[in-house]
T-cell receptor, first 117, second 115 residues
């Protein structure tokens, strides 16, 4: 069964450093997403991406965040200058379509656990 | 008010029990509805989509009431392996215009099935 993959599984960084989280979505999917989950809290939407541009972003997704699809397979999330409060599990997701029809859904990767010290 | 509200539990039930989870959503523009399952420190995994007519998948039954903005999940004959957090998830239009696929998650309801 095709799956979304993410690397690294864990990342420890110092406050103020840049991190890049990588994702390989399912190959025939067209819509890509990043979510995050702070320990003990709910999953929160960060950004959606379609046709090489951001289609929606949340208030969390400020100027420190960026996304890119540098080639036909990877989808990355960059945090330019990490803060302590960026510590969370970051999930990448992809979908074939928008989830409005039966059978369309978002598939999540296993996540990258980011710890900012 | 939270956009998606769930009772966090935990629900502690014996094997074989029937358990029901409820969820309410506040935005009437919500379009698609899902139950996801999340095991500890793992990614959310789709359990089932929820349709207005109600749908069943084995021991799991989901119901949607659009008028009341209410979603439910019923698990019959609980197994130890059902122990997890169940996430109520909705997808809605963005600012009343196009849909970007954004999923909005509830806090989750924790289920612990005991032998």
């Amino acid at each position: 069964e095709p799956e979304v993959t993410q690397t690294p599984s864990h990342q420890v960084t110092q406050m103020g450093q840049e991190v890049i989280l990588r994702c390989v979505p399912i190959s025939n999917h067209l819509y890509f997403y990043w979510y995050r989950q702070i320990l003990g809290q709910k999953v929160e939407f960060l950004v959606s991406f379609y046709n090489n541009e951001i289609s929606e972003k949340s208030e969390i997704f400020d100027d420190q965040f960026s996304v890119e699809r540098p080639d036909g397979s990877n989808f990355t999330l960059k945090i330019r200058s990490t803060k302590l409060e960026d510590s969370a599990m970051y999930f990448c997701a992809s979908s074939e379509a928008l989830g409005l029809q039966i059978g369309e859904t978002q598939y999540f990767g296993p996540g990258t656990r980011l710890l900012v010290l | 008010r939270k956009e998606v509200e769930q009772d966090p539990g935990p629900f502690n039930v014996p094997e074989g029990a029937t358990v029901a989870f409820n969820c309410t959503y506040s935005n009437s523009a919500s379009q698609s509805f899902f139950w996801y399952r999340q095991d500890c420190r793992k990614e959310p995994k789709l359990l089932m989509s929820v349709y207005s007519s109600g749908n069943e998948d084995g021991r799991f039954t989901a119901q949607l009431n659009r008028a009341s903005q209410y979603i439910s999940l019923l698990i019959r004959d609980s197994k130890l392996s059902d122990s997890a957090t169940y996430l109520c998830v909705v997808n809605r239009r963005w600012d009343g215009s196009s849909n970007t696929g954004k999923l909005i998650f509830g806090q989750g309801t924790t289920l612990q099935v005991k032998p």
